[in-house]
């Protein structure tokens, strides 16, 4: 049904920026799933959310994350784009995207990567000090 794949993950020394991307298949926004998150994840530790948006545009951060990421997207190219600016080697990690096929708590699903049904492979960041 849903399909996702993300880019723009790389290397960037602190403080730097990075804009990832979730390219939706078969397009974006898509009522079909009305939340689209990102989550990442360290070797040896749980998924952890980001950032979560659904399809009215409301948002949530996670807080150390809070003013230094930003979300763009549309239909132009069926793509979520998530800003990342000031990165710290704390961001560090294995970044997914995510989608849900219902609705919910939008702040609640930003800590529950259980709840979503669409995952893409991940994209690597590395911040560097």
């Known amino acids: 049904q849903v399909k996702l794949v993300e880019s723009g993950g790389g290397s960037v020394q602190a403080g730097g920026s990075l804009t990832l991307s979730c390219l939706v298949s078969?397009?974006?926004?898509?009522?079909?799933?009305?939340?689209m998150a990102w989550f990442r994840q360290v070797p040896g530790k749980d998924r952890e959310g980001v950032a979560i948006i659904n399809i009215y545009g409301e948002q949530i951060f996670e807080d150390s994350v809070k003013d230094r990421f930003s979300f763009s997207g549309g239909n132009a190219a069926n793509t979520l784009y998530l800003h990342m600016n000031d990165l710290q080697p704390e961001d560090t990690a294995q970044y997914y995207c995510?989608?849900?096929?219902?609705?919910?708590?939008?702040?609640?699903?930003?800590?529950?990567?259980?709840?979503?049904?669409?995952w893409g492979r991940g994209t690597q960041v590395t911040v560097t000090s």
């Open positions: 078969p397009f974006y926004p898509n009522p079909y799933v009305p939340y």
């Open positions: 995510a989608a849900r096929d219902s609705t919910g708590n939008i702040a609640a699903l930003l800590r529950r990567p259980d709840e979503f049904n669409y």
